[in-house]
């Protein structure tokens, strides 16, 4: 699977495993930054593990409005970046 970004660059989305997967993001994305890595665990623990917000909050020290609006951050930047639809990450509720 591909997208393009808004430069009109084509990014090739990895078709393999969770490696291939994470590895994309760092190399596109995340890079060495703490802070989009933290927002990224968010994600998939809500995302992924289906995580209530007032744990991801205990565990990263944050309270449940502040672990809200990290969840619209990284969505809306993922989405932004990688110009996908908002069903993609689920912002359409």
């Known amino acids: 699977m591909s997208t393009i970004r808004r430069d009109q660059t084509k990014v090739i989305l990895?078709?393999?495993?969770?490696?291939?997967?994470?590895?994309?993001?760092k190399e596109q994305y995340a890079h060495e930054t703490p802070l989009r890595w933290k927002y990224l665990a968010m994600l998939a623990l809500r995302e992924n593990a289906g995580w209530p917000l007032e744990q991801i909050g205990l565990v990263f020290g944050?309270?449940?409005g502040h672990v809200t609006r990290c969840l619209a951050a990284i969505k809306h930047e993922l989405r932004t970046r990688?110009?996908?639809a908002p069903e993609w990450l689920g912002m359409d509720d």
Do not use: A, L, S, V
């Open 14 to 25: 990895p078709r393999c495993g969770q490696d291939e997967f994470w590895n994309f993001i």
């Open 62 to 64: 944050h309270p449940k």
């Open 82 to 84: 990688f110009d996908r």
